[in-house]
């Protein structure tokens, strides 16, 4: 776990972070690394791990989220079904940055078949030298829900950055039974968090990170196609083939609940590795991360304008610039 005069963890669910609100301080989102760490993987692994660095050295983070999928236990495009190596390898490769990085799970760190399930894999995802990840509470769905409050020199909160994990598949944890959402219990934990900020500071901002998006991603971009001005667009676009969103077979209410309770104002996501589009929807800035994978998708090495990170910037009187980082670029 991450250590440092100007952090602490306040509870099994809350960090608190300091930062320096008198400059800009900037966050990077990188997502779907799919690292292999196997005998069919080393080298496109390599690519992974040097596109990884580029991009960290070209930005400067403050901050680094991984928005999951970070590791790939799949025998078929791997060669190894051991997540509990992968990870700690992908830990140690993350630590030589000497940089804060917190996490979240995809729907494939832990395969059905692999070694670890997320209890196991959270305890060493939190075992890094800059890591910052909380297991959260046990009476919740999901593994990996917790706060990074990130605070001025007086200790008050300037921008809360919730974490959830999207989980993995349906009925049976199985590929084929379409993609899970945030559950009911972790929608109203975090909206109580919220409120519980909104005390403090009525007119407080916060940040949400998680892998599988949201449905109504996709019926704002739907929307947007149709001509609606409502929804804002941003940056990006939907690259997958047939325009395709990986969103959860259930119908979630983390968004419209996000809407009513009003404090998030900005989600990122990953899952959809061709998708890089964001944009504003009720009062939402709904964003892709640009993907870094090379070993999940057939032929995606060859594909290059995808790959990225994405910068977010708080800038000293509080706004947000969410800027795409190619990785052509870096």
């Given at each position: 776990?991450?250590?440092?005069d100007n952090?602490?963890?306040?509870?099994?669910?809350?960090?608190?972070?300091?930062?320096?609100?008198?400059?800009d301080?900037?966050?990077?989102?990188?997502?779907?690394l799919?690292?292999?760490?196997?005998?069919?993987?080393?080298?496109?692994d390599?690519?992974?791990?040097?596109a990884?660095?580029?991009?960290?050295?070209?930005?400067?983070?403050?901050?680094?989220?991984?928005?999951?999928?970070?590791?790939f236990?799949?025998?078929?495009?791997?060669?190894?079904?051991?997540?509990?190596?992968?990870g700690?390898?992908?830990?140690?490769?993350?630590?030589?940055?000497?940089?804060?990085?917190?996490?979240?799970?995809?729907?494939?760190?832990?395969?059905?078949?692999?070694?670890?399930r997320?209890d196991k894999?959270?305890?060493?995802?939190?075992?890094?030298?800059?890591?910052?990840?909380?297991?959260g509470?046990?009476?919740?769905?999901?593994?990996?829900?917790?706060?990074?409050?990130?605070?001025d020199s007086?200790?008050?909160?300037?921008?809360?950055?919730?974490?959830l994990?999207?989980?993995?598949?349906?009925?049976?944890s199985?590929?084929?039974s379409?993609?899970?959402?945030i559950?009911?219990?972790?929608?109203?934990?975090?909206?109580?968090k919220?409120?519980?900020?909104?005390?403090?500071n009525e007119?407080?901002k916060?940040?949400?990170?998680?892998?599988?998006?949201?449905?109504?991603f996709?019926?704002?971009y739907?929307?947007?196609?149709?001509?609606?001005?409502?929804?804002?667009?941003?940056?990006?676009?939907?690259?997958?083939?047939?325009?395709?969103?990986?969103?959860?077979?259930?119908?979630g209410?983390f968004?419209?609940?996000?809407?009513e309770?009003?404090?998030?104002?900005?989600?990122?996501?990953?899952?959809?590795?061709?998708?890089?589009?964001?944009?504003?929807?009720?009062?939402?800035?709904?964003?892709?991360?640009?993907?870094?994978?090379?070993?999940g998708?057939?032929?995606?090495?060859?594909?290059h304008?995808?790959?990225?990170?994405?910068?977010?910037?708080?800038?000293t009187?509080g706004?947000?610039?969410?800027?795409?980082?190619?990785?052509e670029?870096?």
């Amino acid at each position: 776990m991450y250590k440092s005069d100007n952090f602490k963890q306040l509870d099994n669910e809350t960090f608190a972070l300091k930062i320096n609100t008198d400059r800009d301080y900037k966050i990077l989102q990188l997502t779907d690394l799919h690292l292999g760490f196997g005998m069919f993987s080393r080298k496109k692994d390599g690519l992974a791990l040097r596109a990884v660095s580029r991009i960290i050295k070209r930005t400067k983070p403050d901050l680094i989220v991984l928005t999951g999928d970070s590791i790939f236990p799949f025998f078929p495009k791997a060669g190894t079904m051991n997540n509990k190596r992968q990870g700690e390898l992908f830990i140690s490769f993350m630590d030589r940055f000497a940089i804060p990085y917190a996490l979240v799970f995809g729907n494939h760190d832990c395969e059905i078949l692999a070694k670890y399930r997320k209890d196991k894999l959270s305890d060493i995802y939190s075992s890094g030298e800059y890591s910052i990840f909380a297991k959260g509470r046990k009476d919740i769905y999901g593994m990996g829900n917790y706060f990074i409050n990130l605070t001025d020199s007086k200790g008050r909160v300037v921008l809360p950055l919730a974490f959830l994990d999207s989980n993995m598949y349906g009925e049976g944890s199985w590929f084929y039974s379409g993609f899970d959402c945030i559950h009911k219990d972790q929608v109203d934990w975090c909206m109580d968090k919220l409120d519980e900020l909104k005390i403090e500071n009525e007119d407080i901002k916060a940040m949400a990170f998680f892998h599988i998006p949201v449905n109504e991603f996709k019926e704002a971009y739907e929307k947007m196609k149709m001509g609606d001005k409502s929804v804002i667009y941003k940056h990006g676009n939907i690259g997958e083939a047939n325009e395709h969103f990986g969103i959860p077979r259930f119908d979630g209410t983390f968004f419209n609940k996000a809407v009513e309770n009003g404090v998030i104002k900005w989600m990122f996501c990953g899952h959809d590795h061709l998708n890089t589009l964001s944009l504003v929807y009720k009062g939402i800035q709904l964003t892709y991360g640009m993907s870094i994978d090379y070993l999940g998708y057939k032929g995606i090495v060859k594909r290059h304008t995808q790959r990225g990170g994405t910068l977010i910037t708080r800038h000293t009187d509080g706004s947000v610039d969410i800027n795409m980082v190619p990785l052509e670029h870096a």
